[in-house]
Structure formats: C-alpha cells, structure tokens
C-alpha cells in the first residue's frame, strides 16, 4: 500500500496538547463548541483528547466522536500511551466515530529512555511494535510517535519507524517536544527518514512540535518541503509551555507562499489550488472562540490573528497602502474572515435579523441558546446604538461559554473617583440559591469587586492575570475581561464581555471561581467515594 496525499493534512490538536496548558482546561460542553467550529475551519483530524486520562476526558472524546466525527467530518483521534489500557480506553471512546484514529507513542530519545522509562532501546522497539499491532486490532487508521524523536538517535529511530510502519502504523509522527530542534537540521531528519526507513511509502510521515526557541513553524515548513504532509498544530499555537506549532501561521504561510511550496508537491509554481483544506475565512473566529473559551489571551503582534496583524500605524505604511495595499500587505484581512466592521444590527432589529446575521457568521446556534443570545444582544443594543459583527461574536461567544453556572452576580454597585475611597458591593446568588450581599474597599473599582466578592465566596485564591480588551473602537465600545486566578498548584480562567466593564469583571471572576469551585466539589465527592471503599 502507497499512502499519498498532494495535500497538507491538518491535524488539529488544540483539544489535546493545547488544552494541557496551565489554565486552559475546558469542559466538555465548551469542547464540543471548539470541536465543531474546527470541522468548520476544515481540519483534516482532530486529537480530541488522550480518553484514559480521566473520566471527563474520555467523554469529551466519546462526545466528539458522536457529534463531530460524521461521514462528511473530520478523522476524531484519541491519544494514548503505548499501554494497553490507553488503546482500549482510546478504541472505546472513539466508537461512536465514522472515521477514528488511535494516536499512540512512545519515547525514543536515550534521555526518556534512562531517565524516564528505564528501559533499553530493544525493549521500546518491542513495545512500540507490539501497541501498534494492539491498537490497530482496533481500527486501521493508527498514528506512531516516537516521543522526543528530534533528540534521538536517527538510527534507532529509522528502526523504530520501519517496525512500526510493518505492525501497521498509517501515519508516523516525528515530534520535536522540546523545541530544540532548528528549521535544516529537521528537514534533514524528515529527508533522513524518507531515505532510510524502507517502508516509508506506506505511511504518511507528520510532524508535531513546541515552541520554545520560537521556530516551530519554520522548523515544520522545512519538514514540508522534506515529504512531511501532515501537521500537527494548534489555535493560537497554545500548548505545553511557549505552545504549538501555530495552525493559522502554517496555513496562511502555505497559502501566502504557495508558489514557493508548490514545486514540493510537484505541482506547477503558478498553481492557485490550495495546499490545504482549510477554509482559511474561519481562522479569525476560531481564533477568538479559543481565546475566549481558554481564556488564553491573544498578543497583539501574534502573526495572523493579533489584534495589530492588519493595523499600519506608520505614516510611510499607511500612505502606502492607500495607494494600493499590495506595497505593505501580503494578504488581505477578509481571506482570515475579518470583516471591515460593516454596523449590522440596532436596538430595533428583531430575533429574525438576529438570527440570519449570526447565521450568516456561521453560528448555529440551538434555540434555547438563541434565545438567551437574542436576550444579551437587546440588552447591549439599549446600550451601544450600533451592534458590530465583532460584538456579536462577542455576545453570543459569551453565551455559549460554558463555565459552570454555579455563584451567580446579581448586583455591582461601585463607587470610587478622585479623593474617594473604591468601595464596591455585591449580590451573588449561591448554589443553593441563596442571594448574599457582602462589600468592600480595594485600591481600585476592580479590586474592590473582588474582594467583596471573595468575601461570599469564601475560596482563597490569587489573582495572577487581568485583561480588559475592547471589541470595537468608539466610547461605547464591549470590554472583554479575561482573568486567570491560581488556586494551590492549579490555574483556572475566566471570561466576560459587557459594555460595562466593572460588571464584566466581576462576571469573568466568578465564571474563574465558578470553574475552581466545580473542580472543588468534584474532587469532594471523588474523595468522598474512596472513603466509602475505605
Ligand atoms: O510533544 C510531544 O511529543 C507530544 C506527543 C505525545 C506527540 O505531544
Ligand atoms: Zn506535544
């Protein structure tokens, strides 16, 4: 068997590795939101998540696969260790999936394998073998990753790679998961493995990388133009550390730069055919959906989707590109989705413009959560004359955030000014559905919301980032607020958009507390269980 592609597969893996980052756990619901707007962006496979981790992992893989994993969809992948326990959990929750895909892997680099594995490298080579056949008695779509391959010996590597091809691996993975590689010397490897592996021919040779000396997208275009043809990347390039190789960076350079690449694929340089299937019009709003829902904020000069990637403040630039755009753009801002801000919607504009908008963003929302959307959006309409397509996103991407719905803000009252004393009051309805009413002072409005707030609540915990961004220019503007707070070891975020951003900041701090105190509650009743075994 010969697996060929002429085009780049986009293996997705913000649900997976992205979503291992501090802070940026998701829920199930807020997966499945995610999961389904990336089979709209067009991915080719989605590494929905590593299904033996955890019980809640496991169904969001399981859910995925139901939902998301149709025939027209994309492949639903589940990660697992080379363990049969993995591949079984992996095998199970990807059954409701038309197209599944175990991911398994192992380390590869002496480093793992004397520090971490204690295990020789014939006793690996074994193993690898053997999980690939395990998991390939399960479905025949099976991806190999020897772990920390760009540290590892080529040799050794190149042996593993043809063993497990033979056990019936279908696509090979070479991961760099520390960063270290650079853009030649991992070329070379790809080149090395494409020359030395003899049954290469039969698998598709992908490559997954992190980001830690910043050159893990230059590192997999070196890999492309070397025979790799499946990338590994995520949304915003979030991830374990500095991140993943970024999603919208690899497409855009490859559509940007396709005459460049198509002689790679041996195809006419002048060639206007896409090198991938991404839609790249859904970049932009897959990227804000992330962010939102991650609570993993955008840097402004993030190439593609930062907030300043199309803004020319430079005189120079700017007259330029009155002139004509080419002389300081090299794309366009609407091939990402970004639209010129047309003003789409008013106070007196009814649930059906509402709905045929949204629709016409791509939101397919249920009528439960249209319902609640159409609700925000009068609200926000009573306040700013003129609704924006970005503050619809903004709106209906705050409905549709799912943070437990647990402590409720009812009320903020502030009052604060030069030679006054911040104060702040605030209602929160409890769990139990009782209303609470607590106040404080602080060095600020926002401090002070705080802390009456954590006076309700009653969870101690840190406050280690807050963001205001506004959605749209003008005084009337929506303000996002996005906060992460650490409780012990772990990290939680949150997220709000209001015209008023007191109240959007206490809404992002108790959807953050929200999401701390569900975990609280659940490791509780975890606790609570093996005690009764106890
Ligand atoms: O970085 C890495 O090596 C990984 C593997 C599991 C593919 O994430
Ligand atoms: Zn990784």
């Not at 197209?99 to 074994?126: N, P």
């Not at 979030?238 to 730069?257: F, K, P, Q, T, Y």
């Not at 008013?346 to 908008?357: E, I, L, P, Q, V």
Request: glycine residues 6%; hydrophobic residues 40%.
């Amino acid at each position: 068997m010969t697996t060929k592609t002429d085009k780049i597969l986009i293996f997705d893996t913000t649900l997976r590795d992205g979503e291992q980052c501090p802070g940026a756990t998701l829920n199930i619901d807020e997966k499945l939101v995610i999961a389904k707007q990336l089979a709209r962006l067009g991915v080719d496979i989605i590494e929905a998540g590593f299904a033996f981790a955890s019980p809640g992992d496991f169904e969001a893989v399981s859910k995925i696969a139901e939902i998301v994993g149709t025939e027209n969809g994309p492949v639903i992948c589940s990660l697992a260790r080379a363990i049969k326990a993995d591949i079984e959990a992996a095998a199970e929750a990807l059954k409701p999936a038309v197209k599944g895909r175990i991911h398994t892997f192992i380390s590869t680099s002496d480093i793992h394998l004397e520090y971490q594995l204690h295990k020789s490298r014939a006793e690996v080579l074994a193993i690898a073998e053997e999980m690939v056949a395990y998991a390939k008695s399960f479905m025949t779509d099976v991806e190999f990753s020897p772990m920390d391959a760009a540290r590892s010996d080529p040799e050794f590597l190149y042996q593993v790679l043809e063993a497990t091809i033979a056990a019936g691996a279908t696509t090979v993975n070479i991961p760099d998961t520390v960063g270290y590689t650079t853009p030649s010397e991992f070329g070379a490897m790809i080149k090395g493995i494409k020359e030395n592996v003899p049954n290469i021919d039969q698998a598709i040779i992908s490559v997954h990388g992190h980001n830690d000396l910043g050159l893990a997208v230059a590192n997999f275009l070196e890999a492309v133009k070397n025979g790799a043809r499946q990338l590994e990347c995520t949304i915003n390039g979030i991830g374990e550390r500095a991140g993943n190789a970024s999603l919208e960076e690899l497409v855009m350079a490859l559509h940007v730069r396709r005459q460049y690449f198509n002689p790679y694929f041996g195809r006419p340089e002048e060639s206007q055919e896409s090198l991938t299937n991404i839609d790249t019009r859904e970049i932009y709003r897959t990227s804000r959906l992330v962010s939102n829902l991650t609570g993993m904020l955008v840097q402004p000069n993030k190439a593609i989707v930062g907030a300043n990637a199309f803004a020319h403040e430079s005189g120079i630039h700017q007259d330029g590109v009155l002139k004509n755009k080419l002389t300081y753009e090299i794309m366009d801002a609407q091939l990402i989705g970004l639209t010129d801000n047309q003003i789409v919607l008013g106070k007196h504009s009814g649930r059906n413009a509402f709905r045929t908008r949204l629709k016409e963003l791509g939101f397919e929302l249920s009528d439960s959560e249209l319902n609640k959307a159409f609700v925000r959006f009068k609200e926000v309409a009573d306040k700013k004359k003129e609704i924006s397509d970005r503050d619809l996103e903004a709106i209906v991407n705050d409905e549709i955030q799912q943070a437990p719905d647990l402590f409720r803000v009812e009320l903020v009252q502030v009052s604060c000014g030069s030679n006054a004393c911040p104060t702040a009051t605030v209602t929160l309805r409890t769990p139990e559905g009782e209303e609470l009413t607590d106040a404080a002072i602080g060095t600020g409005p926002v401090d002070a919301v705080y802390k009456a707030i954590n006076r309700v609540v009653n969870v101690p915990n840190e406050l280690i980032e807050f963001s205001v961004q506004s959605v749209t220019a003008g005084i009337d503007a929506i303000g996002e607020v996005t906060i992460r707070l650490r409780y012990e070891s772990r990290v939680f975020s949150g997220h709000a958009a209001n015209t008023d951003i007191i109240v959007a900041s206490a809404q992002a701090y108790v959807n953050a507390l929200n999401r701390l105190y569900a975990s609280l509650q659940s490791q509780q009743k975890q606790q609570g269980v093996s005690a009764q075994k106890v």
